[in-house]
């Protein structure tokens, strides 16, 4: 039994009264809340900064962990894309896919993340997740811009997530972007995944390329197709933006929308009716196209924030404390709270995973971290379990 205390305790939410100590089991699980008043000093196990649940990151691909430091930073998306697609395709082995994975998971661990979701393309990185202490939701996710393909890229998908489930582990469909899926494959997806109760999520509004694409502007996404070699002269800009296009296709379900860099007002509030989230993912937006999202636009929108890492092929670093300092450094709108509980309660509710990770939990072993805060910066200091 562990009696842990600190000159905060942070619960996912908010901070538990001055005077709160952690009661724990021999196996790492909260037993209880209770005071300190109650128990003999010297049982305590007193730290100095602020306790808080494990780290939730929402949105990463561990798959693309190989492609540390491979692409060139500042391309803008359509570029980027091209050049993930071409570094994937220069062959790296199997093992360096693997031994990279399982890098960024210990990464992700020592970092104090407990729980994340996790974008997959192919099975690539299966192995590193049935063997991690990480808690993993995967999103098998698929794309196809020619509604003639919905049917077959949705059958693709529904494999791979088949194929996951026998390893025993836990995922949802998910939409690459409205650049890349047919607004037919989107609302595929999606209706899966409320058909399911499963969250889902789809890259948004990540570049102005997007908005030019949808509006029907001149736009660097025709230089990817035509390195795709693909002929997209039938698509016809919907005349909008990218995310009014597919939102109505967003029913009432759990969605995260990762990135935001783009969105505008209007498209904030379309998507806030949905009860969307909204994942940022902040030094991937600087590593990709050095933007970020202009953040006063989800002032009112706290509670469905969440943060996400991206992949390392677009960041240095899988640290939400390094994503949320980055936060704290470029906007004033956002409390400590706001932002601990981005990276706590709302990531697990936007997985659904509330009742394992996000939170204290009676019965449960969260995952605790010990941070400190000073000059506006977050540290993390340790894991405590
Ligand atoms: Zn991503």
């Not at 730290?47 to 929402?58: A, E, K, L, R, S």
């Not at 082995?93 to 990279?100: D, M, R």
Request: proline share 2%; net charge negative.
């Amino acid at each position: 039994m562990r009696f842990l205390a600190a000159n905060r305790i942070f619960d996912g939410k908010q901070y538990l009264p001055e005077g709160s100590v952690l009661l724990l089991d021999s196996q790492n699980r909260l037993k209880e809340v209770v005071l300190e008043s109650a128990i003999e000093k010297k049982e305590i196990e007193f730290f100095d900064g602020i306790i808080t649940p494990g780290f939730v990151n929402t949105h990463c691909h561990l798959e693309l962990s190989h492609l540390k430091n491979k692409i060139q930073k500042h391309t803008g998306i359509p570029e980027f894309g091209k050049q993930i697609i071409t570094q994937r395709m220069s062959g790296f082995t199997k093992e360096e896919i693997f031994e990279n994975a399982n890098a960024a998971d210990k990464e992700m661990w020592d970092n104090g993340i407990v729980a994340v979701g996790d974008i997959s393309n192919n099975d690539d990185s299966f192995k590193t997740k049935q063997n991690s202490k990480l808690f993993y939701h995967t999103f098998v996710e698929v794309l196809g811009l020619n509604p003639i393909n919905q049917l077959m890229m949705l059958d693709f998908g529904l494999t791979i997530l088949k194929q996951l489930q026998q390893n025993n582990l836990t995922g949802s469909m998910a939409a690459h972007a409205p650049y890349s899926t047919s607004l037919e494959l989107i609302e595929s997806i999606a209706n899966y995944d409320k058909e399911n109760n499963l969250p889902f999520s789809i890259h948004n509004q990540e570049t102005e390329e997007e908005t030019k694409f949808f509006l029907g502007q001149e736009n660097d996404f025709k230089k990817l197709y035509d390195f795709l070699k693909l002929d997209i002269s039938w698509f016809k800009a919907p005349g909008c933006s990218s995310l009014k296009s597919f939102i109505d296709v967003v029913k009432n379900q759990r969605a995260i929308l990762v990135h935001n860099t783009f969105s505008s007002c209007e498209d904030v509030a379309l998507a806030s009716e949905k009860n969307c989230f909204f994942c940022f993912c902040p030094n991937a937006n600087l590593y990709i196209e050095n933007k970020l999202p202009d953040f006063n636009l989800f002032k009112n929108f706290t509670n469905s924030i969440c943060i996400g890492t991206d992949s390392l092929a677009s960041n240095d670093a899988l640290n939400l404390v390094e994503e949320v300092n980055l936060l704290l450094n470029n906007t004033a709108i956002f409390t400590l709270e706001n932002c601990l509980q981005m990276i706590t309660f709302n990531g697990a509710k936007a997985l659904n995973i509330t009742n394992e990770f996000g939170q204290l939990l009676v019965g449960k072993n969260a995952g605790l971290n010990l941070i400190d805060f000073k000059n506006n910066q977050l540290k993390f200091i340790k894991k405590l379990t």
